[in-house]
């Protein structure tokens, strides 16, 4: 007996000392597999930080820049002749000419075409110009200033640009807009805040907007000029973007001219588009603020400006108000260096205006 208790004794102190051993172990292991993680979760954050963290910035100063005007190094002495404005629209693609995609050619091609669309613009000799999608540092423009560089090399002394679209990560940024080029002086100018096609869109990366700009023509008065750019994908939006302009015109006092790819187009005009409640964004437009479309209808083929090589459809516009300007002319321009063709209207500046 006493040897059998004897003999029972060790088993028991030798478990004890297993048993501390093993928790050891467990716990080591659980440590090791925490600092595992912790490192995992340190790379992931640096890796997500490094990735994110230029997005988030861009995106934050998005709203700080989202209008500039400056002066450009061109030297010149405005005046109208006549008190006539000749006025250029024109949506230029982001300078990839008619390729379907801005990823089809290099940045070099776009700089040259780009380049291209500036002395186009100079030898139509206009007053004002009115772009859409104008890359302001895009990755596949090669951060290329596309409205700085057309700006300079068309010969316009003032510049005014407005962000749609801005966002970007480590390898590049996508920042585009609509721009005002003009002789005269660009005055207060401001953003046309206008409705998203999707909220999160917007917060995401941006969505269309405008540009309103008053320019000073010295002796002939100011006149208020809107820069447009609607939404391509929902007529709805259009229709909503439409009410929110009724009331930024209705508070726009004096002389107004609307210009851009408003990508709709009258009821009466070929492809033209009504929501399912029968709402039409170019009629509603023209219908609830008292512009004039230039031309009042669309006739004939040459009046048609998309898709430039076998246009069939007016969705870019100049409208103006008819108890400040006379229409003089309206022309759609032949040309494929964009998708779209040039709009060059003329507008007779009437008496009330100065």
Same mark, same amino acid.
Request: glycine share 8%.
């Given at each position: 007996?006493?040897?059998?208790?004897?003999?029972?004794?060790?088993?028991?102190?030798?478990?004890?000392?297993?048993?501390?051993?093993?928790?050891?172990?467990?716990?080591?292991?659980?440590?090791?597999?925490?600092?595992?993680?912790?490192?995992?979760?340190?790379?992931?954050?640096?890796?997500?930080?490094?990735?994110?963290?230029?997005?988030?910035?861009?995106?934050?100063?998005?709203?700080?820049?989202?209008?500039?005007?400056?002066?450009?190094?061109?030297?010149?002495?405005?005046?109208?002749?006549?008190?006539?404005?000749?006025?250029?629209?024109?949506?230029?693609?982001?300078?990839?000419?008619?390729?379907?995609?801005?990823?089809?050619?290099?940045?070099?091609?776009?700089?040259?075409?780009?380049?291209?669309?500036?002395?186009?613009?100079?030898?139509?000799?206009?007053?004002?110009?009115?772009?859409?999608?104008?890359?302001?540092?895009?990755?596949?423009?090669?951060?290329?200033?596309?409205?700085?560089?057309?700006?300079?090399?068309?010969?316009?002394?003032?510049?005014?640009?407005?962000?749609?679209?801005?966002?970007?990560?480590?390898?590049?940024?996508?920042?585009?807009?609509?721009?005002?080029?003009?002789?005269?002086?660009?005055?207060?100018?401001?953003?046309?805040?206008? &409705?998203?096609?999707?909220?999160?869109?917007?917060?995401?990366?941006?969505?269309?907007?405008?540009?309103?700009?008053?320019?000073?023509?010295?002796?002939?008065?100011?006149?208020?000029?809107?820069?447009?750019?609607?939404?391509?994908?929902?007529?709805?939006?259009?229709?909503?973007?439409?009410?929110?302009?009724?009331?930024?015109?209705?508070?726009?006092?004096?002389?107004?001219?609307?210009?851009?790819?408003?990508?709709?187009?009258?009821?009466?005009?070929?492809?033209?588009?009504?929501?399912?409640?029968?709402?039409?964004?170019?009629?509603?437009?023209?219908?609830?603020?008292?512009?004039?479309?230039?031309?009042?209808?669309?006739?004939?083929?040459?009046?048609?400006?998309?898709?430039?090589?076998?246009?069939?459809?007016?969705?870019?516009?100049?409208?103006?108000?008819?108890?400040?300007?006379?229409?003089?002319?309206?022309?759609?321009?032949?040309?494929?260096?964009?998708?779209?063709? &040039?709009?060059?209207?003329?507008?007779?500046?009437?008496?009330?205006?100065?």
């Amino acid at each position: 007996m006493r040897l059998s208790q004897h003999h029972s004794l060790f088993p028991q102190d030798g478990m004890t000392e297993s048993t501390e051993t093993i928790d050891q172990i467990v716990e080591a292991s659980q440590t090791a597999t925490i600092r595992r993680r912790f490192r995992r979760l340190m790379v992931v954050g640096l890796l997500l930080g490094i990735l994110l963290g230029p997005y988030l910035f861009y995106r934050a100063n998005s709203f700080q820049e989202r209008v500039r005007v400056f002066k450009t190094d061109v030297s010149s002495t405005p005046h109208l002749n006549g008190d006539v404005i000749d006025l250029m629209v024109w949506n230029i693609a982001h300078g990839r000419g008619v390729a379907s995609s801005n990823w089809e050619e290099g940045s070099t091609g776009k700089a040259h075409r780009v380049m291209e669309i500036a002395a186009f613009i100079r030898s139509m000799n206009a007053d004002v110009v009115v772009l859409n999608e104008v890359d302001f540092s895009a990755m596949w423009s090669g951060g290329f200033d596309q409205a700085a560089a057309i700006a300079e090399a068309a010969g316009f002394p003032y510049c005014a640009r407005q962000v749609n679209l801005d966002f970007g990560f480590i390898i590049g940024r996508f920042q585009f807009g609509n721009v005002i080029l003009s002789r005269f002086p660009i005055t207060n100018a401001s953003v046309i805040d206008l &409705p998203a096609l999707s909220p999160w869109e917007d917060w995401l990366v941006g969505c269309k907007r405008g540009l309103m700009g008053e320019l000073d023509l010295g002796s002939s008065g100011k006149v208020n000029l809107a820069a447009l750019h609607l939404e391509h994908r929902s007529e709805a939006c259009r229709v909503d973007s439409v009410g929110v302009l009724i009331n930024r015109f209705q508070e726009t006092r004096g002389p107004l001219i609307v210009a851009g790819d408003l990508n709709t187009t009258p009821r009466t005009a070929p492809y033209s588009i009504e929501t399912p409640d029968g709402e039409n964004a170019f009629d509603l437009l023209v219908d609830s603020t008292g512009l004039q479309p230039a031309p009042l209808q669309v006739l004939n083929i040459d009046q048609l400006t998309f898709p430039a090589w076998a246009p069939e459809r007016a969705i870019d516009w100049v409208l103006y108000r008819p108890e400040f300007f006379q229409l003089e002319s309206h022309q759609v321009l032949r040309s494929q260096l964009s998708d779209h063709r &040039p709009v060059m209207v003329r507008l007779k500046i009437k008496a009330a205006t100065k």
